[in-house]
């Protein structure tokens, strides 16, 4: 199983950046499909963006679209979320989060993702 533990969170004033890093334990980082997932206080969970295994396909939520950048470097066993244009609706633990299951496909979907972080907690001050 793989261990994830996120980093790089904080307070930023809106339209101000953050980059967020996930560090992946173990040798296989490279064969997962990789996500940033958030969840603010009484909303449902929201897949930010994917990247799969060899970093060249990304999806992104309609809400995020153009603002955040998904990457990864495998040598480094990391992914990374760079957050530009913070905006108010963005306020959320984000967490990093492994799809064991699929290959080929980069999921959308929260449930298709295997191995979560802790989060890191990022709040934007109008």
């Known amino acids: 199983q793989v261990q994830l533990v996120e980093s790089g969170g904080g307070l930023v004033q809106a339209g101000g950046s953050l980059r967020l890093s996930c560090a992946a334990s173990g040798r296989t980082f490279s064969s997962y499909v990789m996500g940033w997932v958030r969840q603010a206080p009484g909303k449902e969970r929201e897949l930010v963006a994917g990247?799969?295994?060899?970093?060249?396909?990304?999806n992104y939520a309609d809400s995020v679209q153009g603002r955040l950048t998904i990457s990864r470097d495998n040598a480094k066993n990391t992914v990374y979320l760079q957050m530009n244009s913070l905006e108010a609706e963005d306020p959320a633990v984000y967490s990093c989060?492994?799809?064991?299951?699929?290959?080929?496909?980069?999921?959308?979907?929260?449930?298709?993702?295997?191995?979560w972080g802790q989060g890191t907690q990022v709040t934007v001050s109008s």
């Open positions: 989060a492994a799809d064991l299951g699929h290959l080929w496909v980069v999921s959308s979907t929260p449930r298709d993702y295997d191995a």
């Open positions: 990247i799969s295994r060899n970093g060249r396909s990304t």
